[in-house]
């Protein structure tokens, strides 16, 4: 009789602490997530002392309930699995040092796992990838194409020169005094305006799949501050509308270029801009008419959380991949070393 | 009862494994090294040479700081985590008690420190009272001055251990001259055995509430208080 697997999977590399439990690399049994949101908001942004606090008082409380969700004990799980990096180095080691302990304790092998590997795999929670196929990451800290021939292997193609689309966003929502995070309100103000201001799309090299937003956020910021210096104001809804259409022109157009030059069966959003509506219309709009399969996860799978980290740590728990007791939180992790 | 004591509070990391009275192991090293790639294995190790197995334990004990705020994290985390996960006792010791029992013979006043920077120490009194060794200054992070202000005024010898006391020691003897008395290198360390000791007859603490001692809030949390006020 086979087994299943279980991997129990843990997810400390920014300012959630989560840890889930999936059951043969796709079901989810359990997927808590404890935000530290509503903590960070008066900062005005993470701050990772902070982050690393909330983590240690977490880090048990969430690892039980995640048990108790799923209705199994530690005899059930196959193996333990965790965020290596990248992420804030003091968040990301106490995710690193419970799996140790935890993996110890019980004589259970240890899979590292790449975070953008995780957010990537999301994906495979709700439907089966088809090789090869591109993703386009998008989050507070990353913006990259990534070409996966096969299960584990990853092919940076393009990756943003600055700040990552998720940052740009953060920094318009402040030039509009919005609350942290920014993203979110930003895409709530852009429904209800027009992208009636010219601003850049930095398109790079004809055949680059690079991003750049530093440009742009400069362009929004300097719109804000003219029209002030002129005595007029400009309509928040209107900014954000044109800000948010010149991001997702170039996301979109570059990925279905890339789409096609690589012939890929499909194409997959992840990380959590894809929780944008905006992002989430115009990809659909562009590859209603194209051959590639688009698939988006749902929202909850689109942030941070550690059903992702364990559908990822299924793929490469497969494939032997194994920490031992000196595993380390890597800050700058290498996607593609992975 | 057999307990495993970890100490990752500062530069010194320790683990220590006792039987009941018996101290069965012990490691101890004094590097400027990541305690997060190096405890796990040490642990391990350990255990595996003592042939114990983790669901043997009867006791998980840390050391709870002060300290480096990333140090104490790992030995806390990887504390709570075992005890939390075989069910078993966790308790938490200050790493200021545990350094402080190298010189628990003394006949005067025990000071352990730890450096905290801009003239800060993190520090405490201990001394033997009410028939047994124990805290008479609780801990806490205080100016240097202020501190030496407060022991000169007790007028008793006082013994001072830690391995940063090469940036205090000028300051120490010329606030308190013959009144300061200091340990010499076996004694800065804070030993794992010890500190499996006093945790074996602390109270048991609820593991999922249980927290790092830092002494003093994250330093962005100090701004946003200082911002309420005004
Ligand atoms: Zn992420």
Known sequence: MKQDEMILAIETSCDETAVALVKNGTEIMANVVASQIESHKRFGGVVPEVASRHHVEQITVVMEEALQMAGVTMDDVTAVAVTEGPGLVGALLIGVNAAKALAFAHGLPLVPVHHIAGHIYANRLITEMKFPLLALVVSGGHTELVLMKEHGSFEVIGETRDDAAGEAYDKVARTLNLPYPGGPHIDRLAQDGAPVLNLPRAWLEADSYDFSFSGLKSAVINTVHNAAQRGETIKPEDLAASFQESVIDVLVEKTARAAREYDVKQVLLAGGVAANKGLRAALEAKFSGLPQELAIPPLYLCTDNAAMIAAAGSIAYQKGKRADWALNGVPGLDLEAQ | ?230
């Open chain 2, 1 to 230: 009862m057999k307990a495993l004591a970890i100490d990752t509070s500062n530069l010194v990391m320790g683990i220590a494994v006792v039987d009941g009275e018996k101290v069965i192991g012990e490691y101890t090293t004094n590097l400027k090294k990541n305690h997060s790639i190096r405890v796990m294995p040490a642990i391990h190790d350990l255990m595996k040479e003592m042939n114990m197995k983790p669901a043997e334990l009867d006791r998980i004990i840390t050391a709870k700081g002060p300290g480096s705020y990333t140090g104490v994290r790992i030995g806390v985390t990887i504390a709570k985590t075992m005890a939390w996960t075989l069910n078993k006792d966790l308790s938490g010791v200050s790493s200021l008690e545990v350094l402080a029992q190298n010189g628990k013979f003394f006949s005067g006043y025990v000071c352990p420190l730890f450096d905290a920077r801009r003239t800060q120490l993190y520090t405490g009194l201990y001394g033997f009272e009410e028939d047994r060794f124990q805290a008479v200054k609780e801990d806490r992070l205080v100016l240097r001055s202020n501190w030496l202000d407060e022991l000169k005024r007790l007028e008793k010898r006082i013994l001072f251990l830690g391995n940063d006391l090469d940036l205090h020691k000028k300051s120490i003897l010329e606030e308190l001259g013959d009144q300061a008395v200091f340990g010499s290198a076996a004694d800065h360390n804070p030993r794992p055995s010890e500190l499996a000791r006093i945790g074996i007859e602390k109270e048991p603490e609820s593991v999922h509430h249980f927290v790092p001692s830092y002494l003093q809030l994250a330093e962005a949390e100090v701004n946003w208080l200082a911002g309420q006020k005004k």
